[in-house]
Nanobody, 121 residues
Framework: QVRLVESGGGLVQAGGSLRLSCAAS????????MGWYRQTPGKQRELVAT???????NYAESVKGRFTISRDNAKNTVYLQMNSLKPLDTADYYC???????????????WGQGTQVTVSS
């Protein structure tokens, strides 16, 4: 079993910053693309940012220039640095990862439990 554990959410004023972390643990041979998604009540979960194992990144238009995704492959951890936060960034943030448990195994996908980010105006 592979688990993703997020941390770093909380309450911040508009214009402030937060850094989210997500650590993967369990039986892991390799981790491919990792990413952050967010969801608000009544809405579908949406992509925030993704990063491949070599470091290629992709961002939602709404966060470009404000958020930075990075990863530490040695620690199986992905980060999301969020700057210039806006009330519209308020959501539950979820970590996601594609991984292989062993050589030759197919890729599997796993979600974290989510961490809440609240941005006050």
């Amino acid at each position: 079993q592979v688990r993703l554990v997020e941390s770093g959410g909380g309450l911040v004023q508009a214009g402030g910053s937060l850094r989210l972390s997500c650590a993967a643990s369990g039986t892991i041979f390799s981790i491919g693309r990792m990413g952050w998604y967010r969801q608000t009540p009544g809405k579908q979960r949406e992509l925030v940012a993704t990063i491949t194992a070599p470091g290629t990144t992709n961002y939602a238009e709404s966060v470009k220039g404000r958020f930075t995704i990075s990863r530490d492959n040695a620690k199986n951890t992905v980060y999301l640095q969020m700057n210039s936060l806006k009330p519209l960034d308020t959501a539950d943030y979820y970590c996601n990862a594609w991984f292989r448990e062993s050589v030759g195994s197919s890729e599997s996908n796993v979600w974290g439990q989510g961490t809440q980010v609240t941005v006050s105006s």
